[in-house]
């Protein structure tokens, strides 16, 4: 396989792995923000900490970000299904305990059979 596919590879694995925890940060400041919001008291002359806080952590650009994460991960995908010589593998993969499902992958990329 030649090491253009694997860097593509590592690149959109980093990138799933990086828009993973940005979810997490996410996630978590928001039962964070609701912590400060129930001890505002323990806060009331820390008005310096609270506004880095909210700098630091703000909501917009935290999902802009992973915006951009997602949409750079996209264009990294086509890229390495443009160049891939796949090698397509029929597999089944188990839905619940009581369901399977088809799928068609790469065997050299990855990536899922697109439909024509």
Known sequence: MSNSIELLKKIMTTNENFAIYLNEIINYKSSFDHLINEYKALFKDKDEIIEEYKHIYD??????LL???????DKVANELYQNCSHDFVNDMVDIDPDRSEE??????????????
Request: overall charge negative.
């Open 59 to 64: 909501d917009k650009s935290l999902k802009d």
């Open 67 to 73: 915006q951009i994460i997602v949409e750079f991960n």
């Open 103 to 116: 799928i068609t992958y790469c065997s050299k990329c990855d990536l899922h059979k697109k439909e024509e």
